[in-house]
C-alpha cells in the first residue's frame, strides 16, 4: 500500500473540520472521527491498485499491522489537538454497540479505529506515569472486531458483548499487561494475542459461548492463562506452551477436588506459584464464572495482582 498517498491525503484535512463542534461532547467528536476514517478508507481503498486491502480483509498479520500504522497516522491527525478520556471512549463503545449496524469491510474499519482509540488513550496515560484501566459492560450488544488490532493495552475487561474477531490481534507486537473478556459470545474472540516479552500478563476468559476463541496466543515470559466453562470453543489447549502457567476448566477443577498442581513450563524458574496461590486463583475463577455483575472486575483484578506479586519474586 502507498501510505504516502494516505498521509498526503489526510494534509488536506483540517483537523478543525472535525473539531468544529467543540462546544459539543467529546462522545460527538469521537463519533465525528470514526465518520471520518470510514470516508479516508474508502477514498484511501479507491485509488489503491495493490491487493493490499484484500490481504487486510484475510486478516494477514503482516498486512494487518501496515493497515494499523494507516490508522493510527489517521488518528493521530484527527486528535491533533484534541483529547479523550477512558469515560469517553467507554461512551463511545457503548453508544456504537447499541447502534451498531455494520457489515464488512467497514466493521473490520471500525474495529482497527476503535483499537487504535485505546491504544492512543494508553500511551498517553504511560506518558503520564497513570495506568490505562478500562471496564466495559456491554449488555449483550454487539461490536464486531471491538479493539482489534490494539497495540498499546494497559488493563481491558470487557463484560457481555456479542460479536466476531473482538480483541483478536490485540497488542500485536505490542504490549498487554491484562486482557479479559467475560460472559460474551461469538466467534474468534481473542485470537492472535502476541505481545512483546516480559512484564506480568493476564489472559481471562469466563463464560464465553462461541466457536474458535483463543487461537495462536503467545503470552511468553510472564504470562497467566486462564479459561473456564466456555462452550462451543475451541479455547486454551490443555498444554499452552507460550505462557507461564495455562489453568483451564480441567486443571482449575483438579486443583480444588483432587489437589493436583499444574507446573511452571520453565521448570527451573523461581517465578513459580505456591500450591496456596494457585487454590486462590481456582477459586476467584470459578468465583468470577458464577458473578453476574461488576464485582467480575475486581476478582479478575484479584488474579492479576498474583500473577505480579509472583513475576517479581
Known sequence: MNQNLSLKKLKGIKPKGVKSRL???NLDFLLDAESKVLELFKEDRAKNTQDFYSKVFEHDSTRLRSFRHVVQNWVAHIFEEKSFSATDLESYILTRSFNYDFKQPESLVVGMYSGCLLSRLTQENYSKNKSTDLRLCGGNSNFDYLFFCAKTVDKLFIDSFVGSHICSHLSNKGTLNLVSLTNCKGDWFLNNINPAQ???????LVNHVG????VGEHLAAGGLV??????NAWTIRPTNHYSDYSLHEGSIDKILFLEKFP???NLISKQKFTNQEL????KL???????????IFDLVYQIYELNKIR???
Not at 486462564?226 to 462452550?231: A, R, T, W
Not at 475463577?285 to 464485582?295: L, M
Request: glycine share 2%; proline share 2%; with cysteine.
Open 198 to 204: 516480559g512484564n506480568p500478563k493476564l489472559y481471562v
Open 226 to 231: 486462564v479459561s473456564y466453562n466456555c462452550v
Open 23 to 25: 462546544e459539543s461532547t
Open 263 to 265: 507446573k511452571h513450563r
Open 311 to 313: 513475576c517479581e519474586r
Open 285 to 295: 475463577t470459578k468465583q468470577i464464572s458464577q458473578t453476574k455483575d461488576n464485582n
Open 279 to 282: 487454590v486462590k486463583i481456582a
Open 211 to 214: 466457536s474458535n476463541a483463543s
